[in-house]
């Protein structure tokens, strides 16, 4: 940085800031993560819904009345007992095996999308640059 200059008339110029290539960077990455900061502000409800929403249909209540309902339509469609019952059977141990292998695989994508402070990656990725110019120079 230079140091203001005084002009003719005495009084002193603006200082001017000049940034260095690495601070330009750093700047601009603050920027981008800020930006991905707010977009996950805004999706974190949907996230948090969908996964009630998922989590909420193994909930003993919801899940035996969900089951119960389709044996009943099956039984009121004409579907004989033992058949509606392997049917409701199946239909519980597929939702099981769908909330808890699909959910597996899906929570920890969403745990990657998570915000995380800026100042910490800002700093790694400074010292990393650091530490590269260290071992080049």
């Not at 200082?15 to 260095?20: F, G, I, L, P, S």
Request: no cysteine.
């Amino acid at each position: 940085m230079s140091k203001p200059e005084e002009t003719k008339e005495g009084s002193k110029a603006p200082a001017v800031t000049v940034k260095t290539e690495e601070e330009r960077e750093v700047e601009e990455l603050r920027e981008v993560l800020r930006a991905v900061s707010d977009f996950l502000k805004e999706l974190s409800p949907t996230i948090k819904e969908l996964i009630d929403t998922v989590l909420g249909s193994l909930r003993g209540d919801a899940l035996g009345k969900e089951v119960g309902m389709f044996y009943k339509s099956l039984i009121e469609a004409g579907i004989k007992e033992e058949t509606a019952t392997k049917m409701a059977e199946e239909f519980l141990r597929r939702k099981m095996e769908i909330v808890t292998v699909d959910v597996a695989k899906i929570l920890p994508t969403l745990s990657q999308l998570a915000p995380r402070k800026q100042e910490e990656v800002v700093e790694k990725k400074t010292a990393e640059e650091k530490a590269g110019e260290e071992k080049s120079g």
